[in-house]
């Protein structure tokens, strides 16, 4: 498959480090021939310093024999316009980012018109998991599979005497659940029987929702469940407009702190049941004037990370139920479950994470990263004629890197043993460690035969 990504920020290059673990060609292109020189000492790709924009270089580039367009440059008219150009030339499928909030009732005609297969739009989709999160009725932050059947949860262990010094077969009230990863010192670790769990691991836990209920109460890491009725957001930019219009919409009330005043008279006129303060969100004298230790939840929205992390930390402290932290830096994600903060949300990460399921096909449900992408959880529907059908899971001889979390067949929740078998139509949501995705790709699409045809040969 060979993949043209235009635009080298914060998504381009992630996706680009994504489709390195995987059986794609990819063709980086920007015109700051800088940002790809420090791009070619990471990773092994294509780069091109040239205006992607123009119809010269899509021809130059043999844009004809590519099967995917992904435009991510800063502008969305611009990304709008080099998919378009891209399709009629002769591109077989093209995405575009396009966040502008007035584009987003007029998506369907973009799309029809301009030829454009997929539209993303990060703001909005990390609003929307923001919201997800607050308007669950709990504390902890949670994965959703199988349309809620199955639920994943991850959280620090700190010095729990019922976790640390244990291996996994030694812990009690674990029933119906699975110990799928392990975060430590930045490392992620797919687990046995055997691994013995240490003081401020991170563990990744799946099974049936109800079952993760009962752990979180268990663990005390969803004590408050109180609902979300007032919110404050740090930030009026794009995710924090997105998030406010939805959260009035489901009747939180919902207070937007923002530094800029022509922003503030925007958002003013755009959001008819949001209050707006202007003013500097980071003067906490500010912040308890606007009663935030009332608050339900807090989001910390601006453009700085670290203004995020600082204020929704402070939030935390002022006793807000929920303190939610946007970041983009991928070196901030190992610190995270250090910080007495409830969960941070990266829109690289969320939205690299859909389009590769949009890669992946009809057959791949989600796509979640792990620790910034040093792991992956996918949530698959099993094909017939998959090698992995019909076979005891003790039999397929998977890499020590991927783990099958959870089955769902007939509606029903299994936590598989090695005994478990695979059938048609089931959902898996499956576990694997970055090293190990090119396995996993095969695993849920294995054309000409894949590396499960290798390993089981004809039996």
């Known amino acids: 498959m060979k993949v043209m990504i235009v635009g080298a920020g914060k998504l ?43 119809i010269g270089v899509l021809k130059e580039l043999d844009i004809e024999t590519y099967d ?71 504390n902890f932050h ?31 009230g674990l029933d119906g659940l699975l110990i799928t990863a392990i975060s430590r010192d930045g490392n992620l670790i797919i687990p046995n029987g055997s691994t013995c769990l240490r003081e401020n691991d991170v563990i990744y836990v799946i099974g049936r929702s109800y079952n993760i209920d009962k752990l979180g109460e268990r663990v005390r890491i969803n004590v408050n469940k109180k609902d979300i009725k007032r919110a404050m957001i ?8 997105y998030l406010a219009k939805r959260l009035s919409a489901s009747n939180v009330n919902v207070t937007i702190v923002e530094q800029d005043k022509k922003r503030c008279q925007y958002l003013s006129e755009k959001l008819d049941n949001a209050l707006v303060i202007h003013g500097d969100g980071t003067d906490i004298n500010l912040l308890e004037e606007e009663d935030l230790s009332a608050m339900d939840a807090f989001i910390g929205a601006t453009g700085y990370d670290e203004e995020n992390l600082l204020m929704t930390l402070v939030a935390k402290q002022s006793g807000v139920s929920k303190a939610i932290a946007k970041i983009s830096r991928p070196s901030y994600i190992n610190i995270i479950d250090k910080l007495d903060l409830d969960v941070a949300f990266n829109p690289v990460n969320i939205t690299a994470s859909n389009i590769l399921k949009f890669i992946r096909g009809g057959k791949v449900v989600s796509v979640s990263f792990l620790l910034g992408g040093k792991g992956e959880v996918t949530e698959v529907i099993a ?22 979390g959870a089955i769902v067949h007939n509606g029903n929740v299994i936590i598989p043993d090695g ?15 970055e090293s190990d995705i090119p396995t996993l790709k095969k695993l849920i699409n294995p054309r000409k035969g894949g590396i499960f045809s290798e390993l089981w040969g004809s039996h």
């Open 142 to 172: 949670s994965g959703d599979f199988a349309s809620g059947k199955v639920s994943m949860i991850d959280f620090n262990i700190r010095n729990t005497k019922d976790f640390v010094g244990k291996k996994i077969e030694e812990l009690d």
């Open 383 to 404: 094909s017939e004629g998959l090698p992995i059908i019909g076979k005891p899971i003790s039999e397929l001889r998977l890499p020590k890197g991927i783990i099958i």
């Open 12 to 54: 381009g290059y992630k996706l680009a480090e994504a489709m390195n673990n995987e059986d794609i060609d990819v063709t980086l292109v920007d015109v700051n021939s800088k940002t790809l020189e420090r791009i070619n000492n990471h990773l092994d790709v294509l780069t091109i310093a040239a205006n992607g924009i123009q």
């Open 234 to 241: 740090l930030g009026g930019g794009k995710i924090g407009y």
């Open 419 to 433: 005994n478990s078998i695979i059938y048609p139509n089931d959902r898996i949501i499956v576990f694997s460690l």
């Open 68 to 138: 995917l367009l992904i435009a991510a440059t800063d502008g969305d008219e611009t990304n709008t316009l080099i998919c378009s150009l891209a399709k009629r030339i002769g591109c077989k499928r093209t995405i575009a980012r396009i966040r502008n909030p007035e584009f987003t009732d007029q998506l369907d005609f973009v799309k029809s018109e301009m030829g454009i297969d997929y539209i993303i739009n990060p703001d909005l989709t990390t609003a929307i998991e923001i919201e997800r999160y607050l308007l669950k009725n709990y």
